[in-house]
Structure formats: structure tokens, C-alpha cells
């Protein structure tokens, strides 16, 4: 049989700094319930793993890098899109201080840079500042403040100072096509048309325009005093109301106006011609006497430049004949003072005695033409004035007598010797 082997006795005393006895116990503890294996040695503590240090290390390292690229990127990307986040942006504003009723260009404008929020503003552009150009301000705006639209207004939209405010009523009868604000027309007399009694008047062009603040059936106009009384005048005259002519394209506006002004004088003058005959029939009938006779007496008025019209004082000339070779002639010669009645189209109308009647209805054949008239003009001494035209012709009468003459003997034959 094997020996047991022998064991090492233990130190009597236990190590120093330790209370445990021989059997590693403290002094009182039962050797079972402190180890089941008083006699096996204690394990070795581990040694430390570098490796594992190591990636601890690395890793703190690792997010202390990543929190200051991330705090980086955060200031870059701030930085960079701080402009988009930025709620200043380019208004319109005044460079100096707008008072109501001032008219305003475009360098009266320009831009600022401002944090608007929802405070109302008119946004910057280029052009802006060309909208507003001739308006003007209808309230006071500081010099930098914030423009708005409604703050101004078209210049022919509002009265400034002391313009008055005028309105033309337009018929647009004669109108061919749509009108529309800012067209150019011609505003037409309507004229009137001749009654007995009253010669009316031709429909004429009186003014070229643009239409302005048109509304569809008439214009309101802002005009000086000096403006609107011309033009309370124009609508008294024409009964309140102008007609309204639009343009052709490409037409002349006083091409146009010259040529409607003759086509309507022209339907005119027959209209009135017409009616004054009518009224001369008339007022002869009514007063035709018991044993007078109508006659009509042509008349001629190449004397009388601006012509005559019914009512004139003329002067009833001979025209006379002028000497010729074997016709002795007879000078002109004043020889009556008539004051026209029933005288239209160039001829009279009068109802007379039968002694009286047959003078005149056998006048044009006893003077062989027409007899000539020549208005008086008013405060003339008729019979001044008469005596010396008589005077005049009868002198250019006898000097053309004398020439006749003289011809005549220039051209007869030698006497027979």
C-alpha cells in the first residue's frame, strides 16, 4: 500500500494583515460553512485585458469625434441656409415725402430690406416704380415708407387742386364699332335741323379726343374753371348731349373731320333751303292781299362776297352793258333800295298790285339779266352810299366808251381824196 504523502505543516500563526487562522477562517467560523475545501488554494484574480481597453478607449474617442463633425455640419448648414429662413425681403418705399394731390415718377420710388410678416406691402421689381409714373397720391406717405396701389390714382381719375368735374353725355349713333377707354374719337355737334322760323344748324365735328374715364355712356372729365366753362357752354349749345365718331384704322382724325363737316353742311343747306321756301309760301299766303299778285324775282349776289340773307337792306343795281363796237352800252346803276322778305335760294318772293307786279316780273328781261344787289351796311346814308357807286360806274363807263371809240377810228379808212 502507498504512503499518503505528507503535508507541509502550516504556520502556527497566520500571515500578517490577515485574520483568517490556519485553515483561512476567521477565529469563531466553522471550517464546513466558510469552504467545503478548507485545504484547496484560492484562485489567482485574473490579469486585465489590454485588447478590450483598448476598443473602449477607441470608442470614446470615436463619439467624441462624431459630436464635434455633427456640431460642425449643424454651424455649416445654419450658415448656409440662413438666407433661406430669413423673412427680410425687398418692399417698395417712397425716397422722399409724397403729399395728396402730388403727381409722382418713378424716381420718387426704390426698395428696402425689411422683416414683413403679415404686414401688407407691395413687393419690388424693376418696374415697379414705372406703374406709378404721372399718378397721383391721393393721402401723405413719409419718405421711406411703404407704398401701396391704393394710395394713388390716375391723374384724369381725380380732381387736383381746383379742377372742377365735367360730364359729357355721348350718343353713339353714329358709332361703327366697340369704343373703349383711351380711344381716339371726334365729338360731334348733332346739329339741328332747319324749322320755319328757325334755320337750325349743321351737325359739325368740334373736337378730337381720347375718350377718358368712359363708362360706356358718357366721360367724366377733372378740367380748370376755364376748361369747364367751355365746356358747359359746348352742351348748352348742342342740347346737352355730343355725338361720338370713332376712327377707321389709319384714318386721319382732320381729313375725317373735314369731310364729314362738308357732307353734313351740304345736307344742310338743302334742308334749309327747303324750309325757307316752305316758310316764304307760307308767310306770302297768309299775307297775300285781296288783288295782289305773286311774282319771284331772281337776284343776283356776285357783288356781296358773304351773300345776303333775308331781312338785309340791299341795294338794287342795273348791271348794265358795256360799250362794244356799234352797241352804245349803258353804265350800272343803283336804281331801287329793297329790304329782302321771303328771299331764299337766291330769288325774293313778293305779292304786289298789278302796275307793280308787272315792273318786276318784266325786270330780268328789261335789264337782261338779273338785277344785281349789294347789302347796306348798318348806319350807312343809303343815298350817299348810292350816289357815289352811281358816280364811279358812270366814269368807268365813259372811259370805256372812249377806248371803244378810239378803236373805231384807229380802224376806219382813209377819207377819199
Known amino acids: 500500500m502507498a504512503e499518503a504523502p505528507v503535508l507541509p505543516k502550516a504556520p502556527l500563526t497566520p500571515p500578517r494583515g490577515s485574520a483568517r487562522g490556519v485553515l483561512g477562517l476567521q477565529e469563531g467560523e466553522s471550517p464546513t460553512a466558510a469552504d467545503p475545501h478548507p485545504l484547496r488554494p484560492s484562485p489567482a484574480p485574473a490579469a486585465p485585458d489590454k485588447r478590450r481597453e483598448l476598443r473602449k478607449s477607441t470608442k470614446r474617442m470615436l463619439f467624441v469625434a462624431v459630436g464635434l463633425a455633427v456640431l460642425l455640419f449643424s454651424v455649416l448648414g ?22 395728396p394731390g402730388q403727381t409722382v415718377g418713378f424716381a420718387d420710388f426704390s426698395f428696402d430690406e425689411v422683416q414683413m410678416g403679415s404686414i401688407p406691402h407691395m413687393p419690388w421689381t424693376a418696374d415697379a416704380p414705372f406703374q406709378f409714373e404721372g399718378m397721383v397720391a391721393l393721402q401723405s406717405i413719409p419718405a421711406g415708407g411703404l407704398v401701396m ?68 355712356s358718357q366721360m367724366q372729365l377733372f378740367v380748370t374753371p376755364e376748361e ?22 389709319g384714318a386721319d382724325p382732320f381729313e375725317t373731320a373735314t369731310r364729314l363737316d362738308a357732307v353734313w353742311h351740304e345736307q344742310w343747306s338743302g334742308a334749309a333751303e327747303d324750309a325757307s321756301l316752305a316758310m316764304a309760301e307760307t308767310a306770302g299766303r297768309a299775307q297775300v292781299m285781296p288783288g295782289e299778285l305773286e311774282v319771284v324775282v331772281p337776284l343776283d349776289a356776285s357783288l356781296a362776297p358773304s351773300g345776303v340773307v333775308e331781312g338785309d337792306t340791299v341795294l338794287l343795281i342795273d348791271p348794265g352793258v358795256e360799250p362794244q363796237p356799234g352797241v352804245a352800252g349803258r353804265p350800272q346803276k343803283v336804281f ?17 298790285q298789278p302796275e307793280e307786279w308787272l315792273f318786276w316780273q318784266s325786270l330780268p328781261e328789261l335789264l337782261g339779266a338779273a338785277p344785281q344787289v349789294l347789302p347796306v351796311p348798318e348806319g350807312t346814308v343809303v343815298e350817299d352810299m348810292a350816289a357815289r357807286l352811281n358816280a364811279l360806274w358812270l366814269d368807268s363807263f365813259e372811259q370805256a366808251q372812249a377806248r371803244v371809240q378810239a378803236a373805231a377810228l384807229n380802224q376806219a379808212p382813209p377819207p377819199v381824196q
Open 78 to 99: 445654419f450658415y448656409l441656409t440662413s438666407d433661406a429662413f430669413d423673412s427680410r425681403v425687398r418692399v417698395l418705399v417712397t425716397t422722399k415725402p409724397i403729399e
Open 336 to 352: 331801287r333800295v329793297l329790304e329782302l322778305e321771303n328771299y331764299s335760294g337766291g330769288q325774293t318772293r313778293m305779292y304786289l
Open 149 to 216: 396701389s391704393d394710395q394713388f390714382s390716375l391723374a384724369h381719375t381725380v380732381p387736383v387742386g381746383v379742377e372742377l368735374e365735367a360730364i359729357i353725355p355721348l350718343d353713339q349713333s353714329l358709332v361703327t364699332g366697340a369704343l373703349f377707354e383711351g380711344q381716339t374719337v371726334l365729338l360731334v355737334d348733332p346739329g339741328a335741323e332747319p324749322t320755319a322760323g328757325d334755320e337750325g344748324r349743321p351737325r359739325r365735328v368740334v373736337r378730337e379726343m381720347e375718350l377718358t374715364n368712359f363708362d360706356g
Open 228 to 249: 369747364w366753362a367751355d365746356w358747359d357752354a359746348l352742351l348748352t349749345e348742342v342740347g346737352g348731349t355730343l355725338m361720338v365718331k370713332d376712327l377707321g384704322v
